[in-house]
Nanobody, 120 residues
Framework: QVQLVESGGGLVQPGGSLRLSCAAS????????MGWYRQAPGKQRELVAA???????NYADTVKGRCTISRDNAKNTVYLQMNSLKPEDTAVYYC??????????????WGQGTQVTVSS
């Protein structure tokens, strides 16, 4: 019922910046929050940032100050601006959406994932 399509991943040098986009379609009225998770090889999937329909945000401590999540309600799109990227930021980044039951850890719907590689 809800489809999420990510874009913007790729290869970037350490210290560089990248902006990920996620467009939602379908039953968007059911979405309370959207967010970004990431999963590096051999590691658990972790929440990077989330934002509610009202603009409340939640960030992982590891990215706080370097990443900004935002939304464009007219386009049903959320963005993740990542600056000062480090090699440890390398992961597959997944867009997510959730109902109020999942709060600021949206996990009811998932995008296909987009690869972010930070390397020289």
């Amino acid at each position: 019922q809800v489809q999420l399509v990510e874009s913007g991943g790729g290869l970037v040098q350490p210290g560089g910046s990248l902006r990920l986009s996620c467009a939602a379609s379908g039953s968007i009225r059911s979405i309370y929050a959207m967010g970004w998770y990431r999963q590096a090889p051999g590691k658990q999937r972790e929440l990077v940032a989330a934002i509610t329909s009202g603009g409340t945000t939640n960030y992982a401590d590891t990215v706080k100050g370097r990443c900004t999540i935002s939304r464009d309600n007219a386009k049903n799109t959320v963005y993740l601006q990542m600056n000062s990227l480090k090699p440890e930021d390398t992961a597959v980044y997944y867009c997510s959406a959730g109902s109020p039951l999942t709060g600021l850890r949206p996990r009811d719907y998932w995008g296909q994932g987009t690869q972010v590689t930070v390397s020289s």
